[in-house]
């Protein structure tokens, strides 16, 4: 068999004429074919974009509206509370220089000329006493002023009769002075001062001044101290009357001073007290003729520190000698096992007893009691390391 004739074969009759409509697209069955062909690519490439749009649309994210922006409360933030504790505000007390609270000791002082022969010993409250002042009376005997304000005793004395040289000594202190009575001139001499006078057997001290039993007349008139003070209220406490520093590392003597631990005193043969250094309990202790000094708990009478002022006698007044106060004169101050000499000065009876040193420096005592021996300048002051 022969094959199916080319149109487009040159030895076709037709052959040339075919191919020439063939490539120019003359002939009417090829544009059909090639419009078919176009019309399947449009058909192809919309449904391309078709599927594309659908796939698109169906892959998209839906659309969600944002919720509105809030700001965040915060927590709130806890109170602070603080768990410290201030301390109570402090001042020095005027007589002693210790710390105490403010306003504790907004009392007037009370002093009081108090018995010290053998029948009133042990004495009542002595061992509290702020200050404390021995004078020579007659007979070589000794008394002393005490003056109480930081630390009040129920009772103290035997309390005794006033001397002409005490006006001078508790001037300075104002408040109260308790006592027994006395020679007209010195209880008048007493009373022109600015302190108050309470007297025993006067009528304001008839619920507040008493005889014990436990002494012996006259050697047993005690006083209701509380009760003495809170009826004069309205009386100024005391003003301070020495320097002092927190403790006796501080103080004059031993900074400047020179080791004494024994003191010495004669003011006659009757009367000759020493004082001892006791480096346990960093006070000097008290004896009397030799012996230890006692209180009524059994306990030795001490003392922060002591001063030893060296003192005129004034013979105005005959047998009963009358202590100079007014003027100047040598000082042994001694603390913590040491002392310092100086000298002393009082410019007038209301002003406090200065204390210098030898270089002309304030003299600064250890906080705590203190005990003043007036001693004539006829006695004698021993200091022994």
Request: proline share 2%; hydrophobic share 35%; with cysteine.
């Given at each position: 068999m022969s094959a199916w004739p080319d149109p487009c074969n040159a030895g076709h009759p037709r052959g040339r004429a075919a191919r020439a409509r063939l490539v120019c697209g003359g002939d009417e069955g090829f544009r059909s074919e090639r419009g078919a062909q176009l019309v399947r690519r449009a058909f192809l490439a919309g449904a391309l974009s078709a599927g594309a749009s659908i796939l698109l649309a169906s892959c998209s994210v839906p659309e969600v509206s944002a919720a509105p922006a809030t700001t965040p409360t915060p927590a709130p933030t806890p109170e602070f509370v603080s768990s410290y504790v201030a301390p109570a505000a402090t001042e020095l007390a005027p007589l002693r220089g210790t710390s105490v609270l403010v306003g504790s000791l907004a009392r007037p002082s009370i002093a009081a000329k108090i018995d010290n022969h053998e029948e009133a010993r042990p004495q009542f409250g002595l061992e509290r006493a702020d200050i404390v002042f021995e004078e020579l009376v007659e007979g070589g005997l000794t008394r002393y002023l005490a003056v109480w304000h930081s630390d009040l005793p129920d009772q103290l004395g035997p309390v005794r009769s006033i001397r002409p040289m005490d006006p001078d000594i508790a001037s300075?202190?104002?408040?109260?002075?308790?006592?027994?009575?006395?020679?007209?001139?010195?209880?008048?001499?007493?009373?022109a001062t600015n302190?108050?006078?309470?007297?025993?057997?006067?009528?304001?001290?008839?619920?507040t001044f008493f005889r014990t039993d436990l002494r012996d007349a006259p050697h047993n008139v005690l006083v209701m101290a509380p009760a003495v003070v809170g009826q004069h209220v309205d009386l100024a406490p005391p003003a301070q009357q020495w320097a002092y520093s927190a403790d006796a590392l501080g103080s004059s003597a031993v900074r400047e001073g020179t080791p004494s631990a024994r003191i010495d005193v004669v003011y006659s043969s009757e009367r000759y007290p020493s004082w001892q250094w006791d480096d346990a309990a960093k006070r000097y202790l008290r004896s009397q003729e030799g012996a230890p000094d006692l209180d009524l708990s059994g306990a030795q009478l001490a003392a922060t520190n002591v001063i030893v002022m060296s003192v005129a006698i004034d013979g105005t007044y005959g047998p009963v000698p009358k202590t100079v106060m007014v003027g100047s004169g040598q000082v042994w101050v001694s603390t913590g096992g040491s002392t310092i000499h100086g000298t002393w000065s009082k410019a007038d009876q209301l002003g406090a007893i200065r204390l210098v040193d030898d270089r002309g420096m304030t003299i600064?005592?250890?906080?705590?009691?203190?005990?003043?021996?007036?001693l004539p300048q006829s006695g004698t002051i021993t200091l022994s390391a």
């Open positions: 300075p202190y104002g408040g109260i002075i308790c006592y027994s009575g006395g020679q007209e001139i010195f209880v008048d001499m007493m009373e302190v108050y006078n309470a007297i025993h057997g006067s009528s304001d001290t008839d619920e600064r005592l250890a906080a705590g009691s203190t005990w003043v021996q007036l």
